[in-house]
């Protein structure tokens, strides 16, 4: 079966700083899926990204999916309290969809 | 509130014990989902269903079964729990699976077995 990667498994960063996590699939995808999940409770959906290369924005957010189609990122701009969480990717591959084991975010006020 | 709506959200059960997890969306989604987590492991799927009369084994479906009761319910069964199987549960639900958008989770079921 396909294998994700997400990294880094944690990042520290003082509020105001940029943050990045990255997702990497073993196969090529059909798409790929984003999640928030805040300590104590579930994933919430972000956002879906499916053409090769594409580039979306939600106010600080920016997703990116690769060329190939065999990554993803997605970087926050000037870092907020309200981040905090682990952020976990979705590669589908033909509608078997993988979770990457999430990138935990904290942030220092 | 439309959603997801799992139950109970706290258990604890003893080895060899049998439990069922109830899971109810109410957005008239086809498909629906339960998945575990475990810490540093990310989600996996147990079981899911992609329409209403059917089923089928995900990732790590040893231990568990599952019913498909109605559009709306979609239930996880434990016969005999182990403490592998201490985790924390959600249930999900999608308009017609992961090509067409993204999943609805419920608010997770944190069990416990000893």
């Known amino acids: 079966g396909q294998q994700v990667m997400q990294i880094p498994q944690y990042q520290h960063v003082q509020e105001g700083e940029d943050f990045t996590t990255y997702c990497n699939s073993s196969t090529t995808l059909s798409n790929i899926q984003w999640y928030k999940q805040r300590p104590g409770g579930h994933p919430v959906f972000l956002i879906q990204?499916?053409?090769?290369?594409e580039v979306k924005k939600q106010k600080r957010l920016t997703f990116q999916f690769g060329e190939a189609k065999k990554n993803s990122s997605l970087h926050i701009t000037a870092t907020q309290t309200t981040d905090v969480g682990t952020y976990f990717c979705a590669a589908n591959n033909n509608n078997d969809m993988r979770f990457g084991a999430g990138t935990r975010l904290t942030v220092k006020p | 509130n439309a959603g997801v709506t799992q139950t109970p959200k706290f258990q604890v059960l003893k080895t060899g014990q049998s439990m069922t997890l109830q899971c109810a969306q109410d957005?008239?989604?086809?498909?629906m989902y339960w998945y575990r987590q475990d810490p540093g492991m990310g989600l996996r799927l147990i079981y899911y269903s992609a329409s209403e009369g059917t089923t089928d084994k995900g990732e790590v479906p040893n231990g568990y079964n599952v019913s498909r009761l109605n559009k709306r319910e979609f239930s996880l069964r434990l016969e005999s729990a182990a403490p592998s199987q201490t985790s924390v549960y959600f249930c999900a639900s999608s308009r017609a699976g992961p090509l067409r958008g993204g999943y609805t989770f419920g608010s997770g079921t944190r069990l416990t077995v000893v």
């Open positions: 957005m008239n989604h086809n498909s």
């Open positions: 990204l499916v053409k090769s290369g």
